[in-house]
């Protein structure tokens, strides 16, 4: 085999070895094809014009043949394998049909696919046209214009001593062209082309028309998936239709109307497509990027569904899907019925498998304002959705509608949240009882409000407030819906934005008979009860006189009654006031009284035997003088010459306020005449052997027994005094209650961040501050006004800041991720426990012989014995509720009040008193701690903690402390 190995590229600019016309045959499978520019050939018997604008043959004619193995001698025809032709070729070479005038081609190529075939020359398309097989050696080539006009080429194989190749040869064109494999060859009209493959997904259709006149469609999609095309406008599936290409022919069949639709399909640059029907009207369309980008996670309730063309729409009640992970699960009735999984197809389409092994696939379409429908493939039906809230959704809170059969009688309330769900709470004696048409509702026994109602639909009530224990909301109106699920009741106030569950009141009482009045006349005293108070050495009793009943308990209550099916509605005389009694009578005689489902009573009917009289004797004016609690909380304070001031705003009925009374005490009797500014009233006082004093209001029959308040004033109110906060404290980021940030320097700026709070829109703020060290007050400033600000420290450290405009309050909590390095205190604060146990060092470890006066105060500890002396003398009082406070921080007026007071029990002269108005902290002393603070000062044991302040509520360092101590020892006699 004669010829040079020359090198030159491939289609793909890669260097190779090859003879420059010679393709070499590797295989039975390898071809070479002679492709030719033919264009407006007659017929295959005449000379066709070459069109071709670089290549003809008289250009071939003064060419030397290189190789003079090309002759007719040498070639032969073959059978060619006619999937082989369909690839890309690149043309090596060009000749006369008789192989004559050999010239090389460069940067040419022909490409095969199913049905066209393609020539370019220097990348630029000119030959577009369809071609078919004639026998198994020729090719027809088929002008689109006009499919008669064609012509053939003819497959040939050129035999080598060192391989082989094909040449096609066109004898009207009397040309032959030598060719060889270049499948890497990126074809430019095939980047065209549509494939049903590149067809599969869904593109919006945005635009159509006739060319250069299209209008924008709103909301038409189209999906293909399988051979099928589904058509949506608006959300709705709307055809469904068996689709295929023949070329580039989109044909559309709708089996369903024996309809068939033609459109040309092409491929537009930037990846879209275009069709054209035999109309002309153009469909322009966008890959649906975003279509239902919406992804699924999370609650959603299912409202309608309906055949996917929209047909036999129906409404659905209380059905939920909740999407999490790859968990689909769906609720009915607020009972879980399926617990699926998913996995996503593309970002429409979903998989998914049911518990019983079954899929479908669910295209998700969004609908916009958190609306969606779904779709299924399988059962081709189109489920309307939109998204709920967790507490809309909670399986809890849904179920069944309620019958007003089913609501009657009394149920206690297990719960009540705000529909938001930012707060919680489980109260204890809440209970709503339905009766013919009516709502009331008890607060521990207390009727707080009656309400109407009736039923608009199944789950929805209206009610009308008919009255109230205040008197307000009388008139006002709501709406309820209702549901039941397992016997549990939710019910969704939206007006008040709440959300109550209830059970039905099941208080079991033990077998009963049918309770008459009669049955119930006489006294009744209590053997045992669960209420507050009660134990057996107590004579309590309920006592029934027809439709009269009286309590007597620490207390005395009188009520009129009515009786109806074992249950009492009680109104208490003289108030608004009103209770609901459930009732239960054995055979054997005892008698069981519960009171609003918080209080049961178990009773025994007196015999009549008379009872010893409880001795007591009257009560002085100068046993009354001071301060005084009732048994609901309520205070009086008694002057000891006549006037006396009664406080209920921190009872349990604050609303009934405050009194000023003047008041004329017969000693004797301990009867009194009281007028205030509503009237008279008649008082009477009672005192028991063991010291007790008991008040009662004879024209309400109201008692109360009187405890004395701790005339002792307390080193403090509470534990957890609230101190002053300095800069050094605040410097850092903090973490509010809602999830809210705050960013203090220590220097007087603030960045106030709620975008990762509960209130994300509130945004972020820069404020500049100025913070007095000495009360915790800030004014700060920001771009939209001012605010004043309030800081406070309790004695665990914990920061509360007050926004005082808004009322806002939050807990503040240091960063996790806070950098800000720890302030480092100079000094370590002294307790409580420490400064007595020093004191107690101070006076000789004296002999202890007293009880633990404090619950907080325990055995066997280093500070015990100290703890019980200095209470015993008085040194200490605690807190208040019998807590001392043991590992608090002991502030500096602490500290002056007990070495004031360790000075009087060491019989030491405490006249000495300074005059502390120079300092400017001086007014926050406690009024308790001021005469302490002076004679401190005077005896130079405290000093002030600046040239201007005292800070009397500061904790008392360690150093302090032993200095106190110290200076107390040489100066103090």
Same mark, same amino acid.
């Given at each position: 085999?004669?010829?040079?190995?020359?090198?030159?590229?491939?289609?793909?600019?890669?260097?190779?070895?090859?003879?420059?016309?010679?393709?070499?045959?590797?295989?039975?499978?390898?071809?070479?094809?002679?492709?030719?520019?033919?264009?407006?050939?007659?017929?295959?018997?005449?000379?066709?014009?070459?069109?071709?604008?670089?290549?003809?043959?008289?250009?071939?004619?003064?060419?030397?043949?290189?190789?003079?193995?090309?002759?007719?001698?040498?070639?032969?025809?073959?059978?060619?394998?006619?999937?082989?032709?369909?690839?890309?070729?690149?043309?090596?070479?060009?000749?006369?049909?008789?192989?004559?005038?050999?010239?090389?081609?460069?940067?040419?190529?022909?490409?095969?696919?199913?049905?066209?075939?393609?020539?370019?020359?220097?990348?630029?398309?000119?030959?577009?046209?369809?071609?078919?097989?004639?026998?198994?050696?020729?090719?027809?080539?088929?002008?689109?214009?006009?499919?008669?006009?064609?012509?053939?080429?003819?497959?040939?194989?050129?035999?080598?001593?060192?391989?082989?190749?094909?040449?096609?040869?066109?004898?009207?064109?009397?040309?032959?062209?030598?060719?060889?494999?270049?499948?890497?060859?990126?074809?430019?009209?095939?980047?065209?082309?549509?494939?049903?493959?590149?067809?599969?997904?869904?593109?919006?259709?945005?635009?159509?028309?006739?060319?250069?006149?299209?209008?924008?469609?709103?909301?038409?999609?189209?999906?293909?998936?399988?051979?099928?095309?589904?058509?949506?406008?608006?959300?709705?599936?709307?055809?469904?239709?068996?689709?295929?290409?023949?070329?580039?022919?989109?044909?559309?069949?709708?089996?369903?109307?024996?309809?068939?639709?033609?459109?040309?399909?092409?491929?537009?640059?930037?990846?879209?497509?275009?069709?054209?029907?035999?109309?002309?009207?153009?469909?322009?369309?966008?890959?649906?990027?975003?279509?239902?980008?919406?992804?699924?996670?999370?609650?959603?309730?299912?409202?309608?569904?309906?055949?996917?063309?929209?047909?036999?729409?129906?409404?659905?009640?209380?059905?939920?899907?909740?999407?999490?992970?790859?968990?689909?699960?769906?609720?009915?009735?607020?009972?879980?019925?399926?617990?699926?999984?998913?996995?996503?197809?593309?970002?429409?389409?979903?998989?998914?498998?049911?518990?019983?092994?079954?899929?479908?696939?669910?295209?998700?379409?969004?609908?916009?304002?958190?609306?969606?429908?779904?779709?299924?493939?399988?059962?081709?039906?189109?489920?309307?959705?939109?998204?709920?809230?967790?507490?809309?959704?909670?399986?809890?809170?849904?179920?069944?509608?309620?019958?007003?059969?089913?609501?009657?009688?009394?149920?206690?309330?297990?719960?009540?949240?705000?529909?938001?769900?930012?707060?919680?709470?489980?109260?204890?004696?809440?209970?709503?009882?339905?009766?013919?048409?009516?709502?009331?509702?008890?607060?521990?026994?207390?009727?707080?409000?009656?309400?109407?109602?009736?039923?608009?639909?199944?789950?929805?009530?209206?009610?009308?407030?008919?009255?109230?224990?205040?008197?307000?909301?009388?008139?006002?109106?709501?709406?309820?819906?209702?549901?039941?699920?397992?016997?549990?009741?939710?019910?969704?106030?939206?007006?008040?934005?709440?959300?109550?569950?209830?059970?039905?009141?099941?208080?079991?009482?033990?077998?009963?008979?049918?309770?008459?009045?009669?049955?119930?006349?006489?006294?009744?005293?209590?053997?045992?009860?669960?209420?507050?108070?009660?134990?057996?050495?107590?004579?309590?009793?309920?006592?029934?006189?027809?439709?009269?009943?009286?309590?007597?308990?620490?207390?005395?209550?009188?009520?009129?009654?009515?009786?109806?099916?074992?249950?009492?509605?009680?109104?208490?005389?003289?108030?608004?006031?009103?209770?609901?009694?459930?009732?239960?009578?054995?055979?054997?005689?005892?008698?069981?009284?519960?009171?609003?489902?918080?209080?049961?009573?178990?009773?025994?009917?007196?015999?009549?035997?008379?009872?010893?009289?409880?001795?007591?004797?009257?009560?002085?004016?100068?046993?009354?003088?001071?301060?005084?609690?009732?048994?609901?909380?309520?205070?009086?304070?008694?002057?000891? +010459?006549?006037?006396?001031?009664? $406080?209920? &705003? #921190? /009872? @349990?009925?604050? *609303? %009934? =306020?405050? !009194?000023?009374?003047?008041?004329?005490?017969?000693?004797?009797?301990?009867?009194?005449?009281?007028?205030?500014?509503?009237?008279?009233?008649?008082?009477?006082?009672?005192?028991?052997?063991?010291?007790?004093?008991?008040?009662?209001?004879?024209?309400?029959?109201?008692?109360?027994?009187?405890?004395?308040?701790?005339?002792?004033?307390?080193?403090?109110?509470?534990?957890?005094?609230?101190?002053?906060?300095?800069?050094?404290?605040?410097?850092?980021?903090?973490?509010?209650?809602?999830?809210?940030?705050?960013?203090?320097?220590? +220097?007087?700026?603030?960045?106030? $961040?709620? &975008? #990762? /709070? @509960?209130?994300? *829109? %509130? =945004?972020? !703020?820069?404020?500049?501050?100025?913070?007095?060290?000495?009360?915790?007050?800030?004014?700060?400033?920001?771009?939209?006004?001012?605010?004043?600000?309030?800081?406070?420290?309790?004695?665990?450290?914990?920061?509360?800041?007050?926004?005082?405009?808004?009322?806002?309050?939050?807990?503040?909590?240091?960063?996790?991720?806070?950098?800000?390095?720890?302030?480092?205190?100079?000094?370590?604060?002294?307790?409580?426990?420490?400064?007595?146990?020093?004191?107690?060092?101070?006076?000789?470890?004296?002999?202890?012989?007293?009880?633990?006066?404090?619950?907080?105060?325990?055995?066997?500890?280093?500070?015990?014995?100290?703890?019980?002396?200095? !209470?015993?003398?008085?040194?200490?009082?605690?807190?208040?509720?019998?807590?001392?406070?043991?590992?608090?921080?002991?502030?500096?007026?602490?500290?002056?009040?007990?070495?004031?007071?360790?000075?009087?029990?060491?019989?030491?002269?405490?006249?000495?008193?300074?005059?502390?108005?120079?300092?400017?902290?001086?007014?926050?002393?406690?009024?308790?701690?001021?005469?302490?603070?002076?004679?401190?000062?005077?005896?130079?044991?405290?000093?002030?903690?600046?040239?201007?302040?005292?800070?009397?509520?500061?904790?008392?360092?360690?150093?302090?402390?032993?200095?106190?101590?110290?200076?107390?020892?040489?100066?103090?006699?």
């Amino acid at each position: 085999m004669r010829g040079e190995l020359k090198e030159t590229t491939d289609a793909k600019g890669n260097a190779v070895k090859r003879r420059p016309w010679v393709f070499v045959l590797t295989g039975v499978a390898a071809v070479a094809i002679a492709a030719g520019v033919i264009i407006g050939v007659a017929n295959n018997n005449k000379r066709a014009e070459n069109t071709d604008r670089d290549i003809n043959t008289e250009s071939l004619e003064n060419v030397e043949n290189t190789d003079p193995d090309i002759t007719p001698e040498n070639l032969s025809y073959i059978n060619v394998e006619r999937d082989v032709v369909k690839s890309s070729w690149a043309v090596t070479g060009i000749s006369k049909a008789d192989g004559s005038g050999f010239a090389e081609a460069k940067d040419q190529y022909i490409v095969f696919d199913d049905a066209d075939v393609r020539y370019y020359e220097n990348g630029e398309l000119v030959l577009n046209c369809s071609y078919r097989f004639a026998d198994e050696y020729t090719i027809e080539l088929v002008n689109r214009a006009d499919v008669k006009d064609q012509r053939s080429w003819l497959l040939q194989e050129l035999k080598r001593d060192d391989g082989s190749e094909i040449t096609i040869t066109d004898s009207a064109a009397d040309l032959k062209y030598y060719i060889e494999l270049a499948p890497n060859f990126e074809d430019p009209e095939l980047a065209k082309r549509v494939t049903m493959d590149y067809l599969d997904g869904w593109w919006q259709m945005t635009e159509t028309g006739l060319s250069g006149s299209r209008e924008a469609l709103a909301d038409n999609w189209m999906y293909f998936a399988d051979g099928r095309m589904y058509y949506y406008e608006n959300g709705i599936q709307v055809t469904d239709n068996a689709v295929k290409l023949d070329k580039k022919t989109l044909v559309m069949t709708n089996e369903l109307l024996g309809v068939t639709l033609y459109w040309e399909a092409s491929k537009e640059e930037n990846g879209d497509v275009l069709y054209r029907d035999s109309s002309g009207i153009e469909y322009y369309c966008t890959r649906g990027k975003g279509y239902s980008s919406l992804k699924p996670e999370g609650f959603w309730e299912m409202y309608a569904v309906s055949v996917v063309d929209g047909s036999n729409y129906s409404s659905l009640s209380s059905c939920y899907l909740v999407f999490s992970g790859d968990s689909c699960k769906y609720y009915v009735g607020g009972k879980l019925t399926t617990d699926n999984t998913f996995y996503w197809l593309d970002d429409w389409t979903i998989h998914i498998t049911t518990q019983d092994g079954t899929t479908d696939e669910w295209v998700i379409i969004d609908r916009g304002s958190n609306r969606a429908i779904i779709t299924g493939k399988n059962r081709m039906l189109a489920y309307y959705v939109k998204r709920t809230s967790p507490i809309d959704f909670d399986p809890k809170i849904i179920g069944d509608p309620v019958s007003d059969e089913e609501l009657q009688g009394a149920w206690n309330v297990l719960s009540w949240k705000l529909l938001d769900g930012t707060q919680y709470t489980e109260p204890e004696g809440w209970q709503f009882v339905f009766e013919d048409g009516a709502i009331k509702y008890y607060i521990n026994g207390a009727l707080v409000n009656t309400n109407s109602y009736s039923f608009t639909d199944p789950t929805h009530m209206k009610l009308k407030t008919i009255s109230s224990y205040d008197g307000k909301g009388v008139g006002d109106t709501t709406t309820w819906e209702l549901k039941i699920n397992d016997g549990i009741i939710t019910i969704k106030d939206k007006n008040l934005g709440l959300i109550y569950r209830m059970s039905k009141d099941d208080t079991d009482l033990g077998e009963s008979v049918d309770i008459t009045s009669d049955m119930l006349q006489g006294t009744w005293k209590v053997v045992s009860s669960d209420a507050e108070g009660f134990n057996s050495d107590k004579h309590w009793a309920f006592t029934f006189e027809g439709n009269n009943a009286t309590f007597k308990g620490d207390n005395t209550y009188r009520y009129t009654y009515t009786l109806k099916d074992n249950a009492i509605t009680a109104d208490l005389t003289g108030y608004d006031f009103q209770q609901a009694w459930k009732l239960a009578l054995t055979e054997e005689g005892r008698l069981t009284i519960a009171i609003g489902g918080n209080y049961t009573y178990i009773c025994e009917k007196d015999s009549g035997e008379e009872k010893p009289e409880e001795k007591t004797s009257a009560v002085t004016n100068a046993e009354l003088a001071g301060k005084w609690t009732g048994s609901i909380g309520e205070t009086y304070t008694f002057d000891g +010459k006549g006037a006396c001031k009664v $406080d209920f &705003t #921190a /009872s @349990q009925y604050p *609303t %009934l =306020g405050t !009194a000023d009374y003047t008041y004329t005490l017969d000693e004797t009797t301990g009867k009194a005449v009281a007028t205030y500014s509503g009237g008279t009233q008649n008082w009477t006082f009672t005192k028991s052997d063991d010291g007790k004093i008991t008040m009662k209001v004879v024209e309400t029959e109201y008692s109360t027994p009187l405890t004395k308040a701790e005339s002792d004033p307390k080193e403090t109110d509470d534990p957890k005094e609230t101190k002053v906060i300095t800069n050094a404290d605040l410097t850092g980021t903090w973490t509010g209650s809602i999830g809210e940030t705050y960013a203090f320097d220590g +220097k007087g700026a603030c960045k106030v $961040d709620f &975008t #990762a /709070s @509960q209130y994300p *829109t %509130l =945004g972020t !703020a820069d404020y500049t501050y100025t913070l007095d060290e000495t009360t915790g007050k800030a004014v700060a400033t920001y771009s939209g006004g001012t605010q004043n600000w309030t800081f406070t420290k309790s004695g665990d450290g914990t920061i509360t800041m007050k926004v005082v405009e808004t009322e806002y309050s939050t807990a503040l909590k240091k960063a996790d991720n806070d950098s800000t390095p720890p302030t480092t205190p100079t000094t370590t604060a002294t307790t409580r426990a420490t400064i007595v146990t020093m004191l107690y060092r101070l006076a000789g470890e004296p002999a202890v012989s007293g009880t633990y006066p404090f619950t907080d105060v325990e055995s066997g500890q280093s500070y015990t014995n100290a703890v019980i002396w200095a !209470a015993e003398n008085g040194i200490v009082t605690g807190y208040g509720n019998n807590k001392f406070g043991t590992n608090a921080e002991v502030t500096r007026e602490q500290l002056a009040v007990i070495m004031y007071r360790y000075a009087k029990y060491k019989g030491y002269d405490v006249s000495n008193a300074a005059d502390l108005s120079g300092y400017t902290d001086a007014s926050s002393i406690s009024s308790w701690a001021l005469d302490a603070m002076k004679w401190a000062y005077a005896e130079e044991l405290i000093t002030g903690r600046t040239e201007t302040t005292l800070a009397p509520k500061g904790s008392a360092t360690s150093a302090e402390a032993e200095e106190i101590l110290n200076r107390f020892s040489e100066k103090v006699k």
